[in-house]
């Protein structure tokens, strides 16, 4: 699974790209890169899952905790561009109605959050 992060300001969105796989096995690698984005004081996450070629229940169960974990501290949790595959599970097991799901450019959904802020940086990280 490879995770790569764009930042925007400290108090603002911060958006997390996976590549690959969510399931039971590299969950662990977006459990920790979601952790360590709401320990930096991120409660507005972006996961952009257009290139997620496989989900399963564990991935759903991840993107659930996810977002108790963010409604609680009154911060939001966004996906954006899922893959087909990824779209059709999400509204097979009904969370489409539940998380926000958007289909537009990335920097488009950025705006749609914080006025077009320009990244600050941007990390990828290799899981194997």
Do not use: C
């Amino acid at each position: 699974m490879i995770i790569q992060f764009i930042r925007s300001q400290p108090e603002h969105v911060e958006l997390i790209e996976v590549i690959g796989r969510i399931d039971g096995y590299d969950n662990r690698s977006l459990r920790r890169a979601i952790s360590d984005a709401i320990a930096r004081g991120h409660q507005h996450l972006v996961l952009d899952l257009s290139e997620v070629q496989y989900m399963n229940s564990a991935g759903l169960r991840e993107l659930v905790q996810v977002w108790k974990e963010l409604t609680r501290q009154g911060g939001t949790l966004t996906i954006a561009n899922p893959s087909p595959q990824v779209q059709k599970l999400l509204e097979l097991v009904g969370l489409d109605s539940v998380l926000e799901i958007y289909a537009d450019p990335v920097q488009d959904l950025l705006a749609l959050h914080h006025s077009n802020l320009p990244a600050l940086s941007r990390q990828t990280h290799y899981w194997v």
